[in-house]
């Protein structure tokens, strides 16, 4: 299957500061990326739904201008947490699609905690 | 709306077989997405069932009836490593994942 690398895996930071997470498709073009959220013992959440060059598409109830999404490229996209609280700290996952396919393809993961 | 169902968890035993239903309800419907997650890891596929039948690979196989709203992940030869949490995802018409809360299946000895 295609392959996602979704940096960093781990991160810590402290209250009032923002983090990035980037997820990069390495060997197929990512047209639609999208961005979840994961709170122990839950489902995954879905935040948000990015196509490459256009807007990110946000759920009901997050905040566009909490978690900045950019797909700048058909390889890269990244998510900032800006001005991030305890109450942000999740696991967060990137997948990323390609033009026509069904399925799509899951980074890593990013184990955010804000201290 | 749209929802999924799966049970919250099952426990099984090594060497045996174990079946995780899940029933959907979406608008629209474009397959059924079967994944499998450790703890503190993201998902990993393990079947899309778009059609109705059986879908057989090793020791997993998938089950879809689309009239049912119906789909099911058949392990067979429990192993250890298999104990994770099993999630099931719909597809609507907007080919947007409806994502279930994950089956915790439990492997004993």
């Known amino acids: 299957g295609a392959v996602v690398s979704q940096h960093p895996s781990r991160v810590i930071c402290k209250s009032g500061t923002s983090v990035k997470i980037e997820c990069r498709s390495l060997d197929f073009q990512a047209t639609t990326m999208f961005w979840y959220r994961q709170f122990p013992k839950q489902s995954l959440m879905l935040m948000a739904t990015s196509n490459e060059g256009s807007k990110a598409t946000y759920e009901q109830g997050v905040e566009k201008d909490k978690f900045l999404i950019n797909h700048a490229s058909l390889t890269l996209s990244t998510l900032t947490v800006t001005s991030a609280h305890p109450e942000d700290s999740s696991f967060y996952i990137c997948?990323?699609?390609?033009?026509?396919?069904?399925?799509?393809?899951f980074g890593q993961g990013t184990r955010l905690t804000v201290v | 709306g749209q929802n999924i169902d799966q049970p919250t968890e099952m426990t099984a035993t090594e060497g045996a077989i174990v079946q995780i239903n899940c029933t959907y309800q979406?608008?629209?419907?474009?397959?059924l997405f079967w994944y499998q997650q450790h703890a503190g890891e993201a998902p990993t596929f393990l079947s899309y069932n778009v059609l109705d039948g059986l879908e057989e690979k090793g020791r997993f196989s998938s089950f879809l009836s689309r009239s049912k709203g119906y789909s099911y992940l058949l392990l067979k030869e429990l192993q250890m490593k298999d104990s994770a949490s099993y999630l099931c995802?719909?597809?609507?018409?907007?080919?947007?994942?409806?994502w279930g809360a994950g089956t915790k299946l439990i492997i004993k000895p």
């Open positions: 997948s990323a699609k390609g033009q026509g396919d069904t399925e799509a393809f």
């Open positions: 979406t608008s629209g419907f474009n397959g």
């Open positions: 995802a719909a597809m609507d018409s907007n080919y947007q994942l409806i």
